[in-house]
C-alpha cells in the first residue's frame, strides 16, 4: 500500500510540474500563422493609428502577417466580446482603451462579459493626458478666470463630451467637483466632434488630447487651459499641470493595451509582452511612431497590468458614480 502511494504521488507530481512548465514555457513556435488584432474602435482613429504601427513592426518580429480589424460598437463591447469568445490560442487580441476594462463596467447596468475576468491583460503599451481646452470666445485665459465666470454664471458655461461616461465627461465631473463650479453638458457622438465644435463655438471648452488640439492651439483657435498629467507636455511646455493650479486630485490618464482570451497560456502572453516591451524600447519606433505623437510608451508586465486595472477599475468607479452616468 505504502509502494503504491508513493507512486501515486510521484505520478501527481510529475503531472503537475508538466502542467506547469506547458503554461509556463515559451511559446515555441508560435504564431504558426496569421495573428488578428481586434480594435473595438473606427478606422483612422488614435488607437487605430497606433494599433497598426505595432502590427506592421510585429509582423517582422514574428514573421507572420498581422492584420488590424477594426469592430466598432457599444462603447467596444462588441469587438471586446469577438476577442473573449475566440480560441485562447494566443491569434486574437484586443487592443482597447481603458474604459473598456475601467469605466464600462461601472457605466453598464449590464454587460455580456467581465472584461477583467473574461481576458488576460498583456501589456500597456502607451498613456497619453487630456488637455481642458476652450475657444477664445471664451473671456478666461486660464484656469482661475474660467473658475470665476463659471461661478458668477453657474450652468451658463457649456462643454462638450464624446458621450455619457467618456473621459471628457468623467474630467469635467471632477473638475465641477474640486472647483465647485456648474458647467452645462453637451455630449457629441465622438471626440472629433467634440473637439470640432468647441472650434467653431458651438460649445464653450472640452477635453482632448495634446497632439490633437496642438495644431488648433497654436494657431489660436483654441486656449488651453490646463493638463490633468503630473507633468507638463513636452509638445505644450507652457501649459500647467492641474496640480500646479491647486487641484492635484485633477489627474486622468489615459491608454491603450493589449488583451487576449481569458484561457491564452501564460507562456503566449509573456512571448506577446517580451516582444512588445522590446519594440517599445527600440528608439525608432519609440520617438518617431509614439512620443512624436504625444503617446508615452508603457509595456508593464501581464502582472503590472493586472493589478493596476483593478485599482484604476476602483477609482473610475468613483468617477461613474459622481457623474451620475449609466447605460441601460
Not at 97 to 120: C, E, G, I
Not at 138 to 151: I, K, N, P, Y
Amino acid at each position: 500500500m505504502t509502494r503504491a502511494l508513493h507512486w501515486l504521488f510521484a505520478l501527481l507530481a510529475a503531472l503537475s510540474s508538466s502542467a506547469v512548465a506547458q503554461v509556463a514555457a515559451p511559446a515555441e513556435g508560435w504564431p504558426s500563422r496569421t495573428v488578428r488584432i481586434v480594435v473595438p474602435s473606427p478606422g483612422g482613429s488614435g488607437i487605430d493609428v497606433v494599433a497598426r504601427l505595432l502590427a506592421h513592426r510585429l509582423s517582422v518580429i514574428w514573421g507572420q502577417t498581422v492584420i488590424v480589424d477594426n469592430r466598432p460598437g457599444a462603447n467596444s463591447i462588441i469587438g471586446s466580446e469577438l476577442v473573449m469568445r475566440a480560441p485562447p490560442d494566443g491569434l486574437t487580441l484586443l487592443f482597447a482603451s481603458d474604459s473598456t476594462f475601467t469605466v464600462n463596467p461601472h457605466l453598464y447596468a449590464s454587460m455580456p462579459f467581465d472584461p477583467l475576468r473574461d481576458l488576460a491583460p498583456i501589456t500597456q503599451v502607451v498613456t497619453f493626458n487630456q488637455l481642458l481646452v476652450a475657444h477664445p470666445s471664451v473671456g478666461a485665459s486660464d484656469l482661475a478666470q474660467l473658475v470665476t465666470l463659471a461661478r458668477a454664471q453657474p450652468g451658463h458655461i457649456t462643454y462638450a463630451s464624446f458621450g455619457a461616461g467618456s473621459s471628457s465627461h468623467l474630467l469635467t465631473e471632477l473638475l465641477k467637483k474640486e472647483t465647485g463650479i456648474d458647467l452645462l453638458h453637451v455630449p457629441y457622438k465622438g471626440l472629433a466632434q467634440a473637439v470640432a465644435a468647441v472650434i467653431a463655438g458651438e460649445s464653450m471648452v472640452t477635453w482632448a488630447g495634446v497632439f490633437s488640439t496642438q495644431a488648433a492651439i497654436e494657431s489660436g483657435r483654441l486656449k488651453a487651459l490646463g493638463i490633468a498629467a503630473s507633468k507638463r507636455s513636452a509638445f505644450l511646455p507652457a501649459v500647467p499641470t492641474f496640480t500646479e493650479l491647486g487641484y492635484p486630485a485633477i489627474e486622468y490618464t489615459l491608454w491603450f493595451g493589449l488583451f487576449a482570451p481569458a484561457a491564452t497560456p501564460r507562456g503566449i502572453v509573456d512571448r506577446i509582452h517580451r516582444d512588445v516591451a522590446r519594440l517599445l524600447a527600440d528608439p525608432e519606433f519609440r520617438d518617431k511612431d509614439l512620443l512624436s505623437k504625444a503617446y508615452e510608451p508603457s509595456g508593464i508586465t501581464p502582472d503590472q497590468f493586472a493589478a493596476h486595472l483593478r485599482r484604476e477599475s476602483t477609482a473610475r468607479a468613483a468617477l461613474v458614480k459622481l457623474s451620475g452616468a449609466k447605460v441601460e
